[in-house]
């Protein structure tokens, strides 16, 4: 019997999230870019499967069902599918997430995300009939906790809050926010409160930002929580892509999005510093979002070993610090087998005439 979620954080435990699937798999040929859907759970089941089980392999604790942008209105405006209905979808992404976390310890949690039909009506009603039925495929297919994310008005993860919260079983939330706040103006700290409220037993930041950003509004949630006299588990799942401009829509008003964003991906050693600092904030669910790879979940089961007390199978490919560097026959290669090196090193992009920094699109 696997623990679940809230008895692993309550325990002070730190959970590994998994990394992106709907950018990795655009790159990989199975996820067409613009609206997003994920029904290559249904067409292409072996594609999703395995990127599942490289996150699992590189330590991840949770494999989130590929159901972003599943809703019924998102998929009916996408055209992206014509003979494959929402259910579908959602049982498809189910069954997928449970086979393979059943390869391993890992839990499955179903993901509901933002929907068309709250900017277009902001409905309450009609807003949560959406995730409500999203909700049953979960309950039917008997994943182990839910997730609202990917939300950028703290009043729409509300309601989905609401809505999840029907089923008794454990409900995080994570808006991809600012430091600024939310669309609607709301600041972290009072959105952070307003989901509690809720009912969400973990709250906190996902995707549109890196790490260095998505922690200075998890910190603004804590303090908000702290004020208001309320606990909660933190989560964060940021983008794999630096983007110091923090600016306030985030990665999407970028110049590079979302075709030309490999020059800002980071690198395991940054992701070993984001996961200690996320650690130091006092976050215990700590994963990743777009631009997240399996490796980059390795790095993070990697730096908090000593917190965990185990390595994830993938480090058995891969000495921690460089190590697996130092029976190199060139001493220049060989010279590179220790931490100091890749602590400090400052890469080069290799494109002489790029800024380092853009200015985001108003
Ligand atoms: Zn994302």
Request: net charge negative; aromatic share 8%.
């Amino acid at each position: 019997m696997k623990r679940g979620i809230l008895e692993r954080l309550d325990a002070g435990e730190v959970v590994i999230g998994d990394g992106g699937y709907v950018l990795q798999l655009e790159r990989r040929g199975y996820v067409k870019a613009g609206h997003w859907t994920p029904e290559a759970v249904v067409e292409h089941p072996e594609a999703v499967r395995q990127l599942h089980r490289e996150f699992l392999r590189a330590g991840a604790d949770v494999l989130e069902t590929f159901t972003f942008y599943s809703s019924d209105d998102k998929l009916e405006i996408s055209g992206n599918v014509t003979n494959i209905t929402g259910e579908q979808i959602n049982e498809a992404a189910c069954d997928l997430a449970r086979e393979v976390a059943n390869e391993g310890n890992a839990l499955v949690a179903g993901s509901v995300s933002q929907t068309p039909c709250y900017v277009n009506s902001r409905n309450e009603e009609e807003v949560k009939a959406i995730f409500k039925k999203q909700l049953d495929v979960f309950m039917k297919k008997d994943i182990d906790f839910l997730i609202a994310e990917f939300f950028a008005h703290g009043e729409e993860a509300v309601w989905a809050v609401q809505v999840l919260k029907t089923s008794g079983k454990p409900v995080a939330a994570t808006l991809c926010i600012s430091p600024e706040g939310d669309l609607n103006g709301v600041s972290p700290g009072d959105c952070a409160v307003r989901l509690v409220q809720a009912g969400a037993q973990i709250v906190g930041v996902n995707c549109h930002l890196d790490p260095t950003c998505c922690l200075k509004t998890v910190k603004l949630m804590k303090k908000g929580l702290e004020e208001a006299h309320l606990k909660a588990h933190l989560m964060i799942q940021p983008l794999g892509f630096h983007t110091p401009e923090c600016n306030h829509r985030g990665y999407t008003s970028l110049p590079e999005y979302p075709f030309s964003l490999e020059s800002r991906a980071m690198n395991r050693w940054d992701m070993q510093k984001y996961a200690r600092e996320a650690y130091n904030a006092g976050i215990r669910y700590i994963g990743g979002c777009c631009g997240f790879e399996p490796y980059h979940i390795r790095a993070l089961a990697e730096e908090l070993e000593p917190e965990r007390g185990f390595l994830p199978p993938a480090s058995q490919k891969h000495g921690l610090w460089g190590s697996a560097l130092a029976t190199h026959h060139k001493p220049w290669v060989k010279a590179k087998s220790n931490r100091q090196y890749w602590e400090n090193l400052r890469p080069a992009s290799g494109r002489p005439l790029c800024p380092s920094m853009a200015t985001p699109e108003a």
